[in-house]
Protein backbone atom coordinates (compact mmCIF):
# COMPACT_ATOMS: atom_id res chain seq x y z
CA UNK A 1 0.00 0.00 0.00
CA UNK A 2 1.31 3.30 -0.85
CA UNK A 3 0.15 6.27 1.72
CA UNK A 4 0.23 10.28 0.36
CA UNK A 5 -0.04 12.92 2.37
CA UNK A 6 -0.60 16.39 1.28
CA UNK A 7 0.13 19.31 3.04
CA UNK A 8 0.74 23.26 2.37
CA UNK A 9 -3.77 24.36 1.46
CA UNK A 10 -5.32 27.38 3.47
CA UNK A 11 -6.92 30.96 3.08
CA UNK A 12 -5.25 33.09 0.40
CA UNK A 13 -6.42 36.78 -0.84
CA UNK A 14 -7.09 36.82 -4.97
CA UNK A 15 -3.70 37.28 -6.78
CA UNK A 16 -1.86 35.47 -3.60
CA UNK A 17 0.15 32.36 -3.65
CA UNK A 18 0.12 29.20 -2.29
CA UNK A 19 2.34 25.75 -2.64
CA UNK A 20 1.06 22.29 -1.68
CA UNK A 21 3.61 19.53 -1.22
CA UNK A 22 2.48 15.64 -1.27
CA UNK A 23 5.14 13.10 -0.22
CA UNK A 24 4.68 9.22 -0.64
CA UNK A 25 5.75 6.52 1.45
CA UNK A 26 4.79 2.97 1.84
CA UNK A 27 5.23 -0.01 -0.28
CA UNK A 28 6.41 2.39 -3.20
CA UNK A 29 7.56 0.74 -6.08
CA UNK A 30 7.85 2.84 -9.24
CA UNK A 31 5.54 6.02 -9.06
CA UNK A 32 5.06 6.66 -12.73
CA UNK A 33 2.77 9.76 -12.21
CA UNK A 34 2.41 11.90 -9.89
CA UNK A 35 -0.46 15.06 -9.88
CA UNK A 36 -2.74 16.78 -8.16
CA UNK A 37 -7.07 17.07 -9.13
CA UNK A 38 -9.46 19.29 -6.93
CA UNK A 39 -12.99 19.19 -6.14
CA UNK A 40 -14.98 21.88 -5.83
CA UNK A 41 -18.11 21.86 -3.84
CA UNK A 42 -21.18 20.44 -6.62
CA UNK A 43 -18.61 19.61 -9.03
CA UNK A 44 -16.61 16.69 -10.51
CA UNK A 45 -12.99 15.92 -9.73
CA UNK A 46 -10.73 17.63 -12.14
CA UNK A 47 -7.33 17.04 -13.43
CA UNK A 48 -5.24 19.97 -12.64
CA UNK A 49 -1.42 19.13 -13.48
CA UNK A 50 0.37 15.61 -13.93
CA UNK A 51 4.30 14.96 -13.27
CA UNK A 52 5.60 12.03 -14.67
CA UNK A 53 9.16 9.94 -13.86
CA UNK A 54 10.69 11.37 -16.84
CA UNK A 55 9.67 14.87 -16.35
CA UNK A 56 6.61 15.01 -19.20
CA UNK A 57 3.74 17.51 -17.32
CA UNK A 58 0.39 18.00 -17.87
CA UNK A 59 -1.30 20.96 -17.22
CA UNK A 60 -5.32 21.70 -17.28
CA UNK A 61 -6.23 24.73 -19.60
CA UNK A 62 -7.13 27.23 -16.62
CA UNK A 63 -4.16 26.40 -14.58
CA UNK A 64 -1.38 27.21 -17.52
CA UNK A 65 0.71 30.09 -16.81
CA UNK A 66 -0.76 30.06 -13.09
CA UNK A 67 0.84 27.03 -11.83
CA UNK A 68 3.86 25.07 -11.69
CA UNK A 69 3.85 21.54 -10.71
CA UNK A 70 7.23 19.68 -10.15
CA UNK A 71 8.86 16.50 -8.54
CA UNK A 72 11.84 15.07 -6.25
CA UNK A 73 11.76 11.59 -7.49
CA UNK A 74 14.45 10.84 -4.54
CA UNK A 75 11.98 12.20 -2.36
CA UNK A 76 8.92 10.48 -3.59
CA UNK A 77 7.41 14.29 -3.23
CA UNK A 78 5.24 16.25 -5.71
CA UNK A 79 4.70 19.94 -5.70
CA UNK A 80 2.25 22.32 -7.15
CA UNK A 81 3.03 25.97 -6.50
CA UNK A 82 0.11 27.85 -6.84
CA UNK A 83 0.41 31.89 -8.33
CA UNK A 84 -2.18 34.65 -9.40
CA UNK A 85 -4.89 32.31 -7.24
CA UNK A 86 -8.38 33.04 -8.04
CA UNK A 87 -11.76 32.79 -6.37
CA UNK A 88 -12.29 29.76 -8.80
CA UNK A 89 -9.73 27.94 -7.56
CA UNK A 90 -11.25 27.45 -4.25
CA UNK A 91 -11.07 23.92 -3.63
CA UNK A 92 -10.30 20.26 -2.06
CA UNK A 93 -6.84 19.52 -3.64
CA UNK A 94 -5.63 15.96 -4.05
CA UNK A 95 -2.85 14.73 -4.52
CA UNK A 96 -2.28 11.40 -6.76
CA UNK A 97 0.05 8.82 -7.28
CA UNK A 98 0.15 6.01 -10.21
CA UNK A 99 2.40 3.30 -10.12
CA UNK A 100 4.21 0.82 -12.97
CA UNK A 101 0.84 -1.48 -12.66
CA UNK A 102 -1.23 1.47 -13.12
CA UNK A 103 -2.83 0.85 -9.88
CA UNK A 104 -3.69 4.94 -8.61
CA UNK A 105 -3.41 6.19 -5.36
CA UNK A 106 -4.96 9.04 -3.64
CA UNK A 107 -4.52 11.43 -1.00
CA UNK A 108 -6.83 12.58 2.35
CA UNK A 109 -6.83 16.05 0.28
CA UNK A 110 -6.46 19.71 1.44
CA UNK A 111 -8.33 22.26 1.52
CA UNK A 112 -7.58 25.77 -0.68
CA UNK A 113 -10.07 28.74 0.03
CA UNK A 114 -9.38 32.16 -2.48
CA UNK A 115 -11.31 34.85 -0.69
CA UNK A 116 -10.60 38.43 0.49
Known amino acids: QVQLVESGGGLVEPGGSLKLSCTAS????????MGWYRQAPGKQRELVATVTLGGIINYADFVKGRFTISRDNGKNTVYLQMNSLKPEDTAVYYC??????????WGQGTQVTVSS
Open 96 to 105: NAENAFKTMY
Open 26 to 33: GNIFILKT
